[in-house]
Antibody
Framework: QVTLRESGPALVKPTQTLTLTCTFSGFSLSTSGMCVSWIRQPPGKALEWLARIDWDDDKYYSTSLKTRLTISKDTSKNQVVLTMTNMDPVDTATYYC??????????????WGQGTLVTVSS | EIVLTQSPDTLSLSPGERATLSCRASQSVSSSYLAWYQQKPGQAPRFLIYGASSRATGIPDRFSGSGSGTDFTLTISRLEPEDFAVYYCQRYGSSSYSFGQGTKLEIK
């Protein structure tokens, strides 16, 4: 059974750095082809892809946000961490982590966490 | 960057009716890398369709996807009460992903 769960602060101040952790089970990020991504959704708005990390530690970022994002993994802990610097109120959103079963196809997210709402406010 | 535009923004239908949701890409998208998701209020997206037309595990066969190139369609053959939600299309290419703005399927 594949599960993912996001954790991190619910409130951050402008200019601060956000650190989110995705803890997953039911698969391993050491399996060839497996990947985990972060996706966010501002209240009432559409989904936006942020970053992806692969089993071989390759990393990919949204072009518009890449200067602010860092994704990393701890395979032994089954965790993926996303940091986003210089937070702004427009970054207020629900942040999701999701699995990409790259062994079959890199093109979709088959399992999602329940999401964590991050509010940016002073 | 390839932009996905979904239409209509809102679709009002009754249970039992057929729903047709459109997703148009600004450039050609590989059918292998076009997916659809369903999202209900307060919930994470649910994976429905991959490869433009293949249903994910456990998805009822009233959901079907079709299309190629720049035009893709999600069809729900006979709406059930639980199908009323927001639907997103999503593409992958050049190591990046993008989503459409969503179509809200509401009860008429």
């Amino acid at each position: 059974q594949v599960t993912l769960r996001e954790s991190g602060p619910a409130l951050v101040k402008p200019t601060q750095t956000l650190t989110l952790t995705c803890t997953f089970s039911g698969f391993s990020l050491s399996t060839s082809g497996m990947c985990v991504s972060w996706i966010r959704q501002p209240p009432g708005k559409a989904l936006e892809w942020l970053a992806r990390i692969d089993w071989d530690d390759d990393k990919y970022y949204s072009t518009s946000l890449k200067t602010r994002l860092t994704i990393s993994k701890d395979t032994s802990k089954n965790q993926v961490v996303l940091t986003m610097t210089n937070m702004d109120p427009v970054d207020t959103a629900t942040y999701y982590c999701a699995r990409i079963p790259g062994t079959y196809n890199y093109g979709y997210f088959d399992y999602w966490g329940q999401g964590t709402l991050v509010t940016v406010s002073s | 960057e390839i932009v996905l535009t979904q239409s209509p923004d809102t679709l009002s239908l009754s249970p039992g009716e057929r729903a047709t949701l459109s997703c148009r890409a600004s450039q050609s998208v590989s059918s292998s890398y076009l997916a659809w998701y369903q999202q209900k209020p307060g919930q994470a997206p649910r994976f429905l369709i991959y490869g433009a037309s293949s249903r994910a595990t456990g998805i009822p066969d009233r959901f079907s996807g079709s299309g190629s190139g720049t035009d893709f369609t999600l069809t729900i053959s006979r709406l059930e009460p639980e199908d009323f939600a927001v639907y997103y299309c999503q593409r992958y290419g050049s190591s990046s992903y993008s989503f459409g703005q969503g179509t809200k399927l509401e009860i008429k």
